[in-house]
């Protein structure tokens, strides 16, 4: 069994601030970690994944995100954040390049000018 | 590369009509298609998984007979919602994978409305 749970069903942050979005994940095997962004009525666009490796994995438009199986989190982090980057972000865990995906609850993210 | 359409984007209809959506991937063979289904300020959630020329295979819950879906070939998935009714109002998106990618891609989504 796989779950996903964001902290934050709503984050603000000023333009120019940290953004930080919280992730942890429960799995049973070596989990892959995924990251998306969903703008106002679209679909989802892959951020960033991991899979193996680097622990640190860098993503689109500035993001990135560290795997730490130690906390079982994959928190998302941009050092700066732009007006842009006002949308939800999913983070979701599978057990394998080919296996079901399950989306976390979701964060929306606020830019404040 | 790795784009998914949707079509229609928005489909606005009566109570007992059936709706056809159609998810496409442009530029790679999708051999596996996932339909999801999110509701408002929520997360999505997966209804179903077809491979291409198999039978779709439902998540619980999920009723086959309403909420069907075809794959008839390696670019083109469609789901059909059968006699809806207005809780079937909802935004449906599809994904799909394949051509050596081990990664979702995501349509972008259709929103159905039931009067």
């Known amino acids: 069994a796989q779950s996903v749970t964001q902290l934050g069903s709503h984050v603000s942050v000023s333009e120019g601030a940290l953004v930080l979005l919280r992730c942890n994940y429960s799995?049973?095997?070596?989990?892959?970690l995924f990251w998306y962004v969903q703008y106002p009525n679209q679909g989802l666009q892959l951020l960033l994944k991991?899979?193996?490796?680097?622990?640190l994995v860098k993503g689109i438009n500035g993001f990135e995100a560290e795997f730490k199986k130690s906390e079982t989190s994959f928190h998302l982090t941009k050092p700066s954040a732009h007006m842009s980057d006002a949308a939800e972000y999913f983070c979701?865990?599978?057990?394998?390049?080919?296996?079901?995906?399950?989306f976390g609850t979701g964060t929306k993210l606020q830019v404040i000018p | 590369g790795a784009v998914v359409s949707q079509h229609p984007s928005r489909v606005i209809c009566k109570s007992g009509t059936s709706v056809k959506i159609e998810c496409r991937s442009l530029?790679?063979?999708?051999?596996?298609m996932f339909w999801y289904r999110q509701f408002p300020k929520q997360s999505l959630m997966l209804m179903a998984t077809?491979?291409?020329?198999?039978?779709?295979?439902?998540e619980q819950g999920v009723e086959k007979d309403k909420f069907l879906i075809n794959h008839a070939s390696l670019t083109l998935s469609t789901l059909t919602v059968t006699s809806a009714h207005p809780e079937d109002s909802s935004f449906y998106i599809c994904?799909?994978?394949?051509?050596?990618?081990?990664?979702?891609?995501f349509g972008p989504g259709t929103r159905l409305t039931v009067l």
């Open positions: 994904s799909a994978r394949g051509g050596g990618f081990d990664t979702q891609y």
């Open positions: 799995s049973s095997v070596p989990p892959y």
């Open positions: 991991y899979t193996t490796g680097a622990t």
């Open positions: 979701a865990v599978s057990s394998g390049g080919y296996q079901k995906v399950t």
């Open positions: 530029d790679f063979q999708a051999t596996t």
């Open positions: 077809s491979n291409e020329g198999s039978k779709a295979t439902y």
